[in-house]
């Protein structure tokens, strides 16, 4: 077999956010059951993924790494790779850096689904989180709501938010440190961490609010409490997905103050245009716990346009 190329994590990024949403919206609608991720716990926090996808002319899976410790030594908390094989032969075509296709591919999913929930004009952006999924979806969210004027975070430590803040590349605009509540009381939110329990204070959040959830993938982790789950309109990548593994949902209907059966809609009827937010007034949640299917779509896109 002759060597394969990798897409190194440059390669990834060079590809754009703009591409990857639009690869993203242009997927076509996919209603099949996501193939069953194998997630295997590792020490407390700690965890081991396998994700599979298949497409019509693809196969690809990504191997995840989770370490709650690696921040603290300087080490990014998540590692991943991906392996893209052709459908009909099964002949390795490509290895891709999983963690840059994370990266790049859920802020773009959150975007998506941005730019049909939230109001059209948006002039604060809260974020929850400090690490890569908080920067990616700083930048997807600005090329959906260009009008943002001001952006504010909340980090587990003052010291990792100035540290966050001071390797930004953004001008124009207004970074602020910012207790939860104000994070939370923006017009647009992001909660971007893995923490166990809830960052965001439901008080603070406006009506007309918008919410993108994707910090957590287990029944473990939840970014909300159950009363905000209560009283937004919730959005998921997935239904089955979220069943399984968005663990604030999981939560609010273990307490019978929601259910299943509450969820507006997901990522296929989003782009389809056939669910969206009901009034002005309302707050909307987005919440994904990530597709393989979507790792699949920006990794097939990527090797077909430089092997075209």
């Known amino acids: 077999m002759k060597e394969i190329r990798h897409y190194s994590a440059d390669e990834i990024f060079s590809f754009g956010i703009k591409n990857t949403i639009s690869a993203l919206k242009n997927s076509g609608v996919n209603n099949d059951e996501p193939i069953p991720r194998e997630h295997i716990p590792l020490n407390p926090g700690e965890d081991f993924l396998l994700m599979p996808a298949i497409s019509p ?23 991943g790779f991906y392996l893209y094989c052709d459908k009909k032969t099964g002949v390795p075509k490509a290895t891709f850096d999983g963690s840059a296709l994370t990266t790049l591919r859920t802020p773009a999913a959150s975007a998506v689904a941005t730019e049909i929930l939230a109001k059209e004009k948006v002039k ?60 939370a009381a923006c017009d647009l939110v992001c909660s971007c961490t893995s923490s166990k329990t809830p960052v965001i204070p439901t008080e603070s959040v406006k009506p007309g609010a918008h919410l993108n959830l994707i910090g957590s993938f287990s029944d473990e982790q939840k970014e909300a409490d159950s009363k905000l789950i209560q009283n937004a309109e919730i959005f998921v990548d997935h239904r089955t997905a979220a069943e399984e593994e968005a663990g604030e949902l999981i939560s609010a209907e273990i307490e019978e103050s929601w259910s299943f059966d509450q969820i507006i809609g997901d990522f296929s009827q989003l782009i389809q245009k056939k669910v969206g937010r009901s009034s002005a007034e309302a707050i909307t949640l987005f919440k994904s716990v990530g597709l393989a299917s979507w790792d699949l779509i920006v990794a097939e896109t990527i090797y077909k346009e430089t092997n075209s």
């Open 57 to 79: 002319t693809g196969i690809g899976i990504k191997l995840v790494t989770v370490m709650s410790q690696n921040p603290t030594i300087d080490l990014p908390l998540v590692h």
């Open 124 to 183: 604060n952006l809260g974020i929850f989180g400090t690490g890569v999924q908080a920067r990616g979806h700083i930048e997807a969210m600005l090329s959906v709501r260009p009008e943002i004027e001001q952006i504010f975070i909340s980090g587990r430590t003052l010291e990792s938010a100035e540290k966050f803040i001071n390797s930004l590349n953004i001008k124009d605009l207004k970074i602020n440190i910012s207790p939860p509540k104000e994070t």
